[in-house]
């Protein structure tokens, strides 16, 4: 998809991005027809989030293929009625999931997912704020990853960081010391993208340091 494309293009290029973004995407009520390659053993989600955006691979998975038990309940893949969990979850039924670059999908993704660095996740706030002009809030405990990346924006629609927890840093997969995750909805992204543009289009910050440093209510009279 060229828009999905174009968001990761811009983005990657301001914010000088290493790896991919990555799209997820549930499917509730039927199986995608595309073919897409099944991990060769049970992975969890965090791993093949960090193979897509590091490697640029997808991955099309089920319940029997996702190692880790929190993710299953997080994903939908199991009921949690009976469970007391205090941590984001979507309700059961979740048939299968698609992880993959952003620029690679052919759907439309739940959420949008960013591995980065504090300073980059930095320089994305600002362009969000510059957006929006409203502070970005965040919900994190350093526990279960991926409820704060991908359910809590999936339910409510809403961006959200992640510290990620020690699954995703030793157990399940080898994040970064200096890597966060931001997951947020496409629209977020595609504002993101749409204020790169408009930035790009003034010609950067006359002082020749980076647009992204300019205080963002300054960026805002610009765009008036």
Do not use: W
Request: aromatic share 8%; net charge neutral; hydrophobic share 40%.
């Amino acid at each position: 998809m060229k828009v999905l494309r174009d968001v990761e293009e811009r983005l990657r290029s301001y914010l000088g991005l290493k790896y991919h973004l990555v799209g997820v995407k549930l499917f509730r009520e039927v199986s995608p027809k595309d073919s897409f390659p099944r991990p060769e053993k049970p992975v969890a989600l965090c791993q093949m989030i960090r193979e897509s955006s590091t490697r640029g691979a997808s991955f099309l998975y089920g319940l029997d293929d996702e190692k880790c038990p929190t993710a299953r309940v997080v994903l939908g893949f199991r009921d949690f009625k009976h469970l007391n969990v205090s941590f984001k979850v979507v309700q059961s039924g979740t048939r299968g999931v698609l992880v993959s670059p952003l620029d690679r999908m052919s759907y439309t993704p739940d959420v949008v997912l960013a591995v980065l660095t504090p300073k980059q996740m930095m320089d994305l706030t600002v362009i969000l704020h510059a957006e929006e002009n409203v502070p970005l809030s965040a919900e994190f405990t350093g526990e279960h990853a991926c409820a704060e990346f991908f359910a809590k924006p999936y339910l409510e629609g809403k961006s959200n960081l992640s510290l990620l927890c020690n699954g995703a840093r030793e157990v399940y997969s080898d994040f970064r010391d200096n890597e966060v995750v931001f997951g947020a909805p496409l629209e977020v992204y595609l504002r993101a993208a749409k204020t790169v543009e408009r930035i790009t289009k003034m010609g950067g910050a006359l002082c020749g340091c980076r647009t992204s440093d300019i205080p963002a209510e300054i960026v805002n009279e610009f765009m008036k």
